[in-house]
């Protein structure tokens, strides 16, 4: 089960919208797929990020995979203790685990991600 | 033209690692555990304890005949005449223009009976190359491969665990030697070589028995600690001890002395072997690159393809890198100009847009204590 209050990119992104702010991070079974994070590399405060654009890579011992962001806007935190822990990826993903804080440019975009349900079925299917 | 793609094969062990919740991937045209519980979990318990491998998808050749150890001193470039009955050393076979073709162990069985392992992803290649060689001498290549599995134990605890189960003295077994034996009753030749920078050993046995091999060395390793291990925990642990992967560190374009491995070349031996003039050559003008281990310091991890530059100027390229488990920060060998392969020299990796410092650093990484 993943949780309900959070929309989905299929690459396995989530995105929680609260006000004009959106968390980001990578979903469980992401993680899982990742293996053994030991680096992510994140975007400066201001940044501005596309929906569905690269923000930041994720590095397990074995692969590099990049990030896509669920929903555009302009970074205003970045987590910053996924530097000296990035392991919190694989512990906490859909919490301690979390990557970015965005102000969200259009929340309209939101409509173009996967419900929990549809999030589920793909993962289901991979 | 169709691309035909064979489906991968399969070890004796394959319906093991699947119930012990392996992630299998295709490498090098087998189904191989590329980790269990994670790569991290799995290289600390090497370390720290014990880690069991199956490495089925090596190649065995066995080299018989009465010509068997001058055939190979003609075929690869270290001496196996040299070696005691029960001994091994590291070796490669090179073409004639003394690029490598792979790098082996070769081990002396008998007088003239030896057995050369190559790795996965060239055990046809070195097995067709090296059957083409023996031609005019009285040796003859049994290509056994497909029927040997191999099964490592790899460890500060290795020792301790297989030494109840076998009628060798693991005492009397020194590194890099072999004995013919029985694990448990399962017929085994036992060496003690690896490829993690710990003390180890690597078992083969029959294709079939090598499920009932892992199960032996699972069971009695359990209180232990011992833990099965993938690829993914190989590969960190073969770097941070410094060892040369084929593909990575070693190609056809690489000759030994290009990669630091200058001494493995006997161009003292007696007789010609295949590559010689092109050696002679290469040792006489200096290696073109030089091999390096590098320490970045700065934020992000060097991997395989990623350029090096010293100051403005390219100097080579990082042929493996990682973060590493056991030091905590992100290592790399790389091969770079001779001029920029001194420790202590700081260069720069580039990590997708950005320069991000390294520091050249002796190999290994790590060493165990004795």
């Known amino acids: ?53 690269t923000f930041g890579v994720v590095e397990s011992v074995k692969a590099v995979s990049d990030l896509f962001a ?19 990826v694989n512990s906490d993903p859909f919490g301690e685990g979390w990557m970015i804080r965005l102000k969200v440019a259009d929340a309209a975009q939101l409509a173009g991600l996967l419900d929990p349900a549809a999030y589920e079925q793909l993962v289901a299917s991979s | 033209m169709t691309d035909h793609v064979e489906p991968p094969r399969e070890t004796a062990l394959v319906d093991v ?11 090098a045209g087998w189904l191989m555990p590329v980790q269990y519980a994670g790569i991290i979990e799995e290289h600390r318990a090497v370390r720290e304890r014990a880690g069991l491998f199956d490495l089925s998808h ?11 150890g001058d055939a190979l001193a003609a075929a690869l470039v270290t001496d196996p005449r040299t070696l005691t009955v029960g001994r091994a050393h590291y070796s490669m076979i090179c073409a004639p223009d003394g690029g490598i073709i792979d790098d082996l162990i070769v081990y002396r069985l008998g007088s003239e009976r030896f057995l050369v392992v190559a790795n996965a992803g060239n055990a046809a290649v070195v097995s067709d190359e090296l059957a083409a060689r023996l031609g005019g001498w009285k040796a003859v290549l049994d290509d056994r491969s497909l029927a040997t ?39 085994a030749l036992v060496a003690r070589t690896g490829y993690t920078g710990e003390d180890g050993f690597e078992l083969f046995v029959d294709w079939a028995r090598g499920p009932a091999a892992w199960a032996v060395l699972a069971d009695a390793g359990r209180s232990a600690g011992v833990v099965p291990c993938g690829l993914g925990a190989r590969d960190t642990l073969r770097l941070e001890a410094g060892m040369p992967l084929y593909g990575n560190e070693l190609d056809r374009q690489t000759t030994p002395f290009d990669a630091g491995l200058g001494r493995v070349v006997k161009l003292q031996k007696p007789g010609d072997f295949v590559g010689r003039a092109a050696l002679e050559r290469a040792e006489r003008e200096g290696p ?21 530059v010293a100051g403005e100027r390219p100097t080579g390229v990082v042929t493996s890198g ?33 320069r991000v410092a390294a520091e050249v650093v002796p190999l290994p990484f790590y060493k165990r204590s004795a």
């Open chain 1, 1 to 53: 089960m993943v949780p309900a209050d959070l929309r989905y990119t299929k690459d396995h992104e989530w995105v929680r919208v609260e006000g004009d702010q959106a968390t980001v991070g990578v979903t469980e079974f992401a993680a899982q797929q990742l293996g053994d994070v030991v680096f992510v590399d994140l975007p400066a405060v201001g940044k501005a990020v596309e929906q569905f654009a």
């Open chain 1, 70 to 88: 669920p929903i555009g806007g302009s970074v205003v935190e970045a987590n910053a203790a996924l530097a000296d822990r990035p392991e919190l």
């Open chain 2, 322 to 354: 990682t973060q590493s488990p056991t030091l905590g920060y992100p290592i790399a060998m790389a091969s770079v100009a001779p001029g920029d392969g001194e420790p202590g020299t700081m260069l720069d990796v580039e990590i997708r847009d950005q």
């Open chain 2, 288 to 308: 073109s690159k030089r091999l390096v281990g590098l320490r970045v310091t700065g934020r992000g991890i060097a991997r395989h393809g990623y350029h090096v």
């Open chain 2, 58 to 68: 090596m190649g065995e050749l066995f080299v018989e005949g009465d010509d068997a």
């Open chain 2, 17 to 27: 690692h699947r119930a012990l919740g392996a992630r299998l991937i295709d490498f």
């Open chain 2, 149 to 187: 599995s191999l099964v490592a134990i790899q460890g500060p605890r290795a020792a301790g665990i297989l030494g109840p189960l076998i009628d060798v003295d693991l005492g009397a077994l020194k590194y890099y030697a072999i004995a013919e034996g029985q694990v448990a009753g399962i017929p």
